[in-house]
């Protein structure tokens, strides 16, 4: 993940995060280091301004009492691409509450974007912006 500044990658004026995958990268992944802790009974969702040429994943990472982690393969993105082939800006809100209510043993979480190349796809690019994770507490 790199932070853009051009103007024609960029949601609103201070940068996007960018992933993009040369011929030489099969894979990319970028997630937080901020173990968000759930509260039980708090609505949790996470907002993302997005465009891209092909599919991409919201993943949940999973930090156990126990000390493991594991992955919840969360959502997954199709291309933003109108009638004229251009990418446009999507806005998502994914709703977390309803899983994370589910996990035993959590101690936190933190959230993971996946981008796997696309083979057809001859410059893939997935752009992202105005992450957040919002709660009601």
Sequence with gaps: LVITTNPDEVYEPSGSGKF????????????????????????????????????FFFDIIIHEITGQSFK???F??????????????????????????????MASYDICFEMQRDKSVSNPIVLIDNVKVITDN
């Design 20 to 55: 993009e995958l040369d011929s030489e990268t099969a894979y990319i992944k970028a997630l937080t280091n901020k173990n968000f802790i759930y509260k039980t009974n708090t609505k949790v969702f996470v907002e993302i301004n997005y465009k891209n040429n092909q599919p």
């Design 72 to 74: 919840i393969q969360f």
């Design 76 to 105: 997954m993105f199709n291309n933003t691409i109108d009638e004229n082939g251009d990418l446009y800006w999507n806005k998502i809100y994914l709703e977390l509450a309803s899983t994370l209510i589910n996990i035993p043993n």
